[in-house]
């Protein structure tokens, strides 16, 4: 079973739990704006992606800045408000509550092979997971007995590993975290175990500032977003790109490239579609590349894309959540997540 960032509707027991959580009442009334997300085409594949005029709806634009969009087992939607400290809640007909307050400056999610929600969390610096009794626990913390530094993203594979992405961007900002000292001595990404307890650094010398994360379908690429420009957008000799390994069966990795680079901000939450396209985060846009980077075409959108999460609507259609700025959205897509 695959266990990313997609919609799962199977997980029935772990979906009642869900739905038991305290909830700390409603932010906003049930109600949505509908548009047309503009496109813009560099490869005739990207019409098999997506319509010439996709409808995008606007699901809450009262946020600071959102991250970490998750659908989870019962059909509803969270996603992080980071600067806020807090993790809000959407549900088809019902509007936004807030799920999680204070979240600890959670960043990225994801959902584990058992259903159970996994956070990336910047005040806890850890990978922290959501029990069936409603409480929070860390999986892990720390590498060769040191503190990580404010975990970022993360994505889960089908034996139950965790990869996770490391830097300092926010232990570094004390509008994202509760401050301290980062002792990694620099930026990383890691693979770690539930099954064993074992956490890997990976070997990825061509990755600066590690932020989103992603697999291929076949799990055999692994992907992720290099946002060195995020520490001085002045300086463009950083790097602003998407870089990408080959997982041998140990599950090192070999073969590191650069698969694209980003124009026009900087890469931040990445996903893979199906047909192993990339869609990539930057400033104002999401930005589709092909398995070979091929630039396929961009989603033109109000404000600076953050992150987004494949999933289904209520017909079983594949839309795309998007966090950008201070709003999420939902965009129609014709493609499913990996």
Same mark, same amino acid.
């Given at each position: 079973?695959?266990?990313?960032?997609k919609n799962?509707?199977?997980?029935?027991i772990? $979906?009642?739990?869900?739905?038991?959580?305290?909830f700390?009442g409603?932010t906003?009334?049930h109600?949505?704006k509908?548009q047309t $997300?503009k496109?813009q085409k560099?490869?005739?594949?990207?019409e098999?992606?997506?319509?010439?005029?996709?409808?995008?709806i606007?699901?809450? =634009? #009262?946020?600071?800045?959102?991250?970490?969009?998750q659908?989870?087992?019962?059909g509803s939607l969270?996603w992080?408000?980071? %600067?806020?400290n807090?993790v809000?809640?959407?549900q088809?007909?019902?509007?936004?509550?807030?799920?999680?307050e204070p979240?600890h400056? #959670?960043?990225?999610h994801?959902? =584990?092979?058992?259903?159970?929600?996994l956070?990336a969390?910047?005040? *806890?610096?850890?990978?922290e997971?959501?029990e069936?009794?409603? *409480?929070?626990?860390?999986v892990?913390?720390?590498? #060769?007995?040191?503190k990580?530094n404010?975990?970022?993203?993360l994505?889960?594979?089908?034996?139950?590993?965790?990869w996770?992405?490391d830097?300092a961007f926010?232990?570094?900002?004390? *509008?994202?975290s509760?401050g301290g000292k $980062?002792? #990694?001595g620099?930026?990383?990404?890691y693979?770690?175990?539930?099954k064993?307890?074992?956490i890997?650094?990976?070997k990825?010398?061509l990755v600066?500032?590690?932020n989103?994360i992603a697999l291929?379908?076949?799990e055999?690429?692994?992907?992720?977003?290099?946002s060195e420009?995020?520490?001085?957008?002045?300086n463009?000799?950083?790097?602003?790109r998407i870089?990408?390994?080959d997982i041998?069966?140990?599950k090192?990795?070999?073969?590191?490239?650069?698969?694209?680079?980003?124009?026009?901000?900087i890469?931040d939450?990445i996903?893979t579609?199906?047909?192993?396209n990339?869609?990539s985060s930057?400033e104002?846009?999401i930005q589709?590349f092909?398995?070979k980077?091929?630039?396929?075409?961009?989603?033109i959108?109000?404000?600076?894309?953050? &992150?987004?999460?494949?999933?289904?609507?209520?017909? &079983? &259609?594949p839309v795309l959540?998007?966090?950008?700025?201070h709003a999420?959205?939902?965009? %129609?897509i014709k493609?499913?997540g990996k």
């Amino acid at each position: 079973m695959k266990a990313t960032r997609k919609n799962y509707f199977t997980h029935i027991i772990i $979906a009642g739990f869900f739905l038991t959580l305290p909830f700390h009442g409603i932010t906003t009334p049930h109600n949505t704006k509908i548009q047309t $997300a503009k496109i813009q085409k560099e490869d005739p594949l990207f019409e098999t992606l997506i319509d010439k005029a996709p409808e995008l709806i606007t699901l809450y =634009d #009262q946020g600071i800045w959102l991250e970490g969009p998750q659908t989870l087992p019962d059909g509803s939607l969270i996603w992080s408000d980071v %600067k806020a400290n807090r993790v809000l809640r959407w549900q088809e007909g019902k509007g936004v509550s807030v799920f999680l307050e204070p979240s600890h400056f #959670q960043n990225g999610h994801a959902l =584990d092979n058992q259903g159970r929600l996994l956070a990336a969390s910047h005040g *806890k610096r850890a990978i922290e997971r959501l029990e069936k009794d409603g *409480k929070w626990t860390i999986v892990v913390d720390s590498y #060769q007995g040191n503190k990580l530094n404010s975990p970022n993203d993360l994505i889960v594979d089908r034996s139950g590993d965790i990869w996770f992405t490391d830097p300092a961007f926010g232990i570094n900002n004390p *509008k994202e975290s509760y401050g301290g000292k $980062a002792v #990694q001595g620099g930026d990383y990404s890691y693979r770690y175990s539930p099954k064993t307890g074992t956490i890997v650094r990976l070997k990825t010398p061509l990755v600066k500032a590690p932020n989103g994360i992603a697999l291929s379908p076949d799990e055999k690429t692994l992907y992720i977003a290099d946002s060195e420009l995020a520490y001085n957008s002045n300086n463009s000799a950083l790097n602003s790109r998407i870089v990408a390994y080959d997982i041998k069966k140990d599950k090192s990795l070999r073969n590191g490239r650069v698969l694209a680079s980003i124009s026009h901000g900087i890469p931040d939450g990445i996903v893979t579609d199906a047909n192993g396209n990339i869609w990539s985060s930057s400033e104002g846009a999401i930005q589709i590349f092909s398995p070979k980077g091929k630039l396929l075409g961009k989603v033109i959108l109000p404000g600076t894309v953050g &992150n987004m999460n494949f999933a289904l609507d209520k017909e &079983n &259609n594949p839309v795309l959540y998007v966090t950008a700025s201070h709003a999420i959205y939902r965009l %129609k897509i014709k493609v499913k997540g990996k």
